[in-house]
């Protein structure tokens, strides 16, 4: 089993920035592919970022490629989004979660990851 909490989330203008922070405990004998997803009210949870285990690929949606950045340290068990020049559309409860079985492919799918965290609101007013 793994837990995962995240932090950092809250209201800020357009333009803005915010980290998010998802710290993980448990199952931390290794460190797995990790992800950030997010669900604004009435939608999909849809794929933000993604980064591979030793933190040297990462990978993002269209929608937040040039203004997010996914990062990690492993010696913390945490994973980090770096969150800028945010809009509007970026309001939604912002999820981490982790990928137990995959060793390479790092995936952008919600069916991959196995433990997900309880969420984080990030709203951005215009």
């Known amino acids: 089993q793994v837990q995962l909490v995240e932090s950092g989330g809250g209201l800020v203008q357009a333009g803005g920035s915010l980290r998010l922070s998802c710290a993980a405990s448990?199952?931390?004998?290794?460190?797995?592919?990790m992800g950030w997803f997010r669900q604004a009210p009435g939608k999909e949870r849809e794929f933000v970022a993604a980064?591979?285990?030793?933190?040297?690929?990462?990978y993002y949606a269209d929608a937040v490629k040039g203004r997010f950045t996914i990062s990690r340290d492993n010696a913390k068990n945490t994973v980090y989004l770096q969150m800028s020049s945010l809009k509007p559309e970026d309001t939604a409860v912002y999820y981490c979660?982790?990928?137990?079985?995959?060793?390479?492919?790092?995936?952008?799918?919600?069916?991959?990851?196995?433990?997900w965290g309880q969420g984080t609101q990030v709203t951005v007013s215009s």
């Open positions: 979660a982790v990928d137990l079985k995959s060793t390479t492919a790092v995936h952008t799918r919600v069916p991959w990851y196995d433990y």
């Open positions: 448990g199952r931390t004998d290794r460190s797995y592919h």
């Open positions: 980064t591979s285990r030793s933190g040297s690929s990462t």
